[in-house]
């Protein structure tokens, strides 16, 4: 486990091939890399900072003052559900661009009483009261909107939080929520990339409002807007209306959202702009506990949850891949992004195709993650050239923006969130005076009633959220995440492939160069079938002879600053216990332990 602490040995050599990066260690041959930045002593150069440690208790979030609340809830004697539940709600505040209770919510837990993983799915369903004639009679198009009140489904999110709390917390869920209350009623200032993508939210808004596609936006101004202009980089942000809507939750425990006042104001405010969601929804909506699945790496067990999400994608990729010798192609080569972007396409097919609500559609889980079927896609891949069309496999179907944080605490008990409001910070639709945005989830649904993920009402959409969680021998090695729409799958496989393959840390693993291929066939309604190849997106760390021989064999690859999601991860020393956090360079989080 030592070279997983920073250390390469062997690989050094083949990590640097091809990577535009001041090397390892101390290894400087490379000369100056002119992008103003300074040296590191110790560790991968282009690594941020080194793992933060803790033995008590560790938190990874997206936002400084989130990572603190879970600390402070684990010190004052929550776990690390508790502290992972006071994170969310804080963070539903303090980025709203990418999450909140408007939203949906999926988790995996490791329970050191039991020594195993529970899954959560916390995903919505669509309106009952809508079929999908009815729903193809009020489209301009083709496609569902991606915003406006035909996209929204029902929010999941607080009735994941109390359906984990039953089961896991510890402390009283006011406790929990007091924080972002708190902090909702006196303010804190807004971070920097957040303040980004508040401005383009804005702009987003005004321009769907006046297409006729999100309905009103008066309640988003007064909300998000509450100086008449969008909340920026140091701007400090209050919201009472959630402080007040989180009160009732404190007070009224989840049947306040789903079946008391929040839901009547729901429930008023679509009637009023003509959306279909109703009070009856909230009523019915439930949570799920569902089994995590795993494929085996190269001796490390891989855990995602199973659909309405995407995350076997990033299993039958790694499944795919454990058939090449990655570590000697080395890390940023050209062989090396060449099989994973084709790995990629090929799971990306069979995500288009099979990914769907289990409730509505028996998704052929066993024969997608099997080894067979991985060597039979495998065996399609040609090293010289890049595949422009790719078909979904035989499963033998004849037979049958986000957040990610992750807590530990001192007992072992690990978290693994994610949670997400989806595409450009939601519907845009602000129920009256609740200070939070409804999601616009429901756009994920396909309009061909022959594809499994189909509209159809009260069934869940396709979802992109994914948290993972790997084991080792039995025992939590890392809980991990890394959001960011169809990125994740890809981020995800690039993080285990980082840590087992070239023996990254859990710091440096989400700190190197990233890929991601855009273009494959999507799950819903919108853009057609791949026959292009797509685009592989790459980041400046990989080197421009990489890129070159990538375009050889029929890449279409180009530098870009994203998206390439955005990562936390806590690995478990499993010789010490000792907890290694990691958080993401490309935003604004940190991580806290004590």
Do not use: C
């Amino acid at each position: 486990m030592g070279r997983l602490r920073g250390a390469l040995g062997a690989m050094g050599k083949a990590i640097l091939a091809g990577v535009v990066m001041i090397g390892w260690g101390d290894d400087l041959a490379a000369g100056p890399d002119k992008s103003g930045g300074g040296d590191r002593v110790v560790g991968a150069a282009f690594a941020t900072r080194a793992p933060v440690l803790g033995m008590n208790g560790i938190a990874a979030t997206s936002h400084p003052l989130a990572s603190q609340i879970a600390i402070d809830v684990l010190k004052a004697g929550g776990n690390a559900v508790d502290a992972a539940i006071a994170a969310n709600a804080a963070l539903g505040l303090m980025e709203p661009t990418g999450n909140g209770i408007g939203g949906d919510l999926f988790a995996i837990v490791w329970d050191p009483e039991t020594e195993r993983l529970y899954g959560l799915n916390g995903s919505g369903r669509a309106p009952l009261g809508q079929s999908l004639d009815d729903l193809k009679a009020k489209l301009d198009g083709d496609d569902i909107p991606d915003w406006g009140s035909l996209s929204v489904s029902v929010p999941g999110t607080v009735d994941g939080w109390y359906t984990l709390h039953d089961r896991f917390g510890r402390q009283p869920m006011a406790d929990n929520l007091a924080p972002a209350i708190r902090y909702a009623e006196a303010g804190f200032p807004v971070t920097q990339l957040i303040g980004y993508y508040l401005t383009r939210s804005a702009e987003a808004f005004r321009t769907l409002h006046a297409q006729g596609i999100v309905e009103e936006i008066d309640n988003y101004k007064a909300t998000y807007e509450p100086d008449g202009r969008p909340l920026g980089h140091g701007d400090v942000f209050r919201n009472p209306d959630l402080a007040r809507t989180l009160r009732l939750i404190a007070e009224g425990g989840r049947d306040a959202f789903y079946d008391g006042p929040i839901a009547d104001t729901i429930d008023a405010y679509m009637k009023r702009i003509g959306g279909p969601l109703r009070k009856r929804d909230l009523v019915d909506h439930t949570s799920t506990w569902v089994e995590p699945v795993s494929v085996n790496y190269r001796g490390y067990d891989v855990w995602e949850l199973p659909p309405n999400g995407q995350g076997i994608a990033a299993l039958q990729m790694l499944t795919i891949l454990e058939g090449y010798d990655l570590a000697a192609m080395g890390f940023g080569s050209a062989d090396y992004l060449h099989v994973s972007t084709e790995a990629k396409k090929l799971a990306f097919a069979d995500r288009a195709r099979f990914y769907a609500d289990p409730d509505f559609y028996d998704v052929p889980l066993a024969r997608l993650l099997s080894e067979d079927y991985a060597a039979e896609r495998r065996a399609t891949i040609a090293m010289d050239r890049a595949s422009t069309e790719v078909d979904p496999g035989d499963p033998k179907l004849m037979e049958g923006d986000t957040i990610y944080l992750t807590v530990a605490d001192k007992d072992g008990m690990m978290v693994s969130l994610i949670q997400s409001n989806y595409r450009g910070m939601g519907s845009g639709l602000v129920p009256d005076g609740l200070g939070f945005m409804l999601q616009d989830r429901g756009a994920l649904f396909s309009l061909d009633p022959d594809h499994p993920n189909v509209y159809a009402p009260g069934k869940r959409p396709f979802h992109t959220i994914i948290p993972a969680f790997i084991t080792k021998d039995g025992a939590p090695w890392l809980s991990f995440g890394l959001m960011g729409g169809a990125m994740q799958p890809q981020g995800h496989a690039q993080i285990v492939v980082n840590l087992v393959d070239f023996g990254m840390n859990v710091q440096e693993a989400g700190d190197a160069a990233r890929y991601n291929h855009a273009g494959s066939t999507q799950p819903f309604a919108g853009p057609g079938p791949m026959t292009d190849g797509g685009t592989l997106r790459i980041e400046t760390g990989i080197a421009q002879e990489v890129r070159m021989d990538l375009e050889a064999r029929g890449h279409d690859v180009e530098y870009t600053k994203g998206p390439f999601g955005g990562y936390q991860a806590i690995w478990r020393d499993p010789e010490t216990g000792v907890y290694w956090g990691a958080t993401e360079m490309r935003k604004d989080g940190i991580v806290v332990a004590y």
